[in-house]
């Protein structure tokens, strides 16, 4: 069976920094997309940045363009995000997903992305004090 396993998160002073780590297994090949989305108190979850496994190549909500990194070791199956320069804002439970239907448009699969969709990690708690 295919599963996605996050480790990270935890609880940080606003500036400060933290890295997640997602590593899927149960698939084959390196195909699709992974992808980070998060969940406020209360709101539904919201695609933060995915990558296209094959290529690379990466789509970031206009939130954490320039504050976080999404970054890849495809002999591990594993995405990183390195979260850098942390707001108040930025607190949530994380869930890493891994969708192998993904056709690479990372920017519409984040936007189109659900929990009935791909497979899906329990989740990991951020949390930025101000």
């Known amino acids: 069976a295919v599963q996605v396993a996050e480790s990270g998160g935890g609880s940080v002073q606003a500036g400060g920094s933290l890295q997640l780590s997602c590593t899927r297994s149960?698939?084959?090949?390196?195909?699709?997309?992974m992808g980070w989305f998060r969940q406020i108190s209360g709101e539904e979850r919201a695609g933060v940045v995915g990558i296209y496994i094959p290529y690379g190549t990466t789509f970031y909500d206009d939130s954490v363009k320039g504050r976080f990194t999404i970054s890849q070791d495809s002999a591990k199956k594993t995405v990183y995000l390195q979260m850098n320069n942390l707001k108040s804002e930025d607190t949530g439970i994380y869930y890493c997903?891994?969708?192998?239907?993904?056709?690479?448009?990372?920017?519409?699969?984040?936007?189109?992305?659900?929990?009935?969709?791909?497979?899906w990690g329990q989740g990991t708690q951020v949390n930025v004090s101000s």
């Open positions: 997903t891994y969708d192998p239907e993904c056709s690479g448009v990372v920017r519409e699969w984040l936007l189109l992305h659900r929990i009935q969709h791909g497979y």
């Open positions: 149960g698939y084959p090949y390196n195909s699709g997309c």
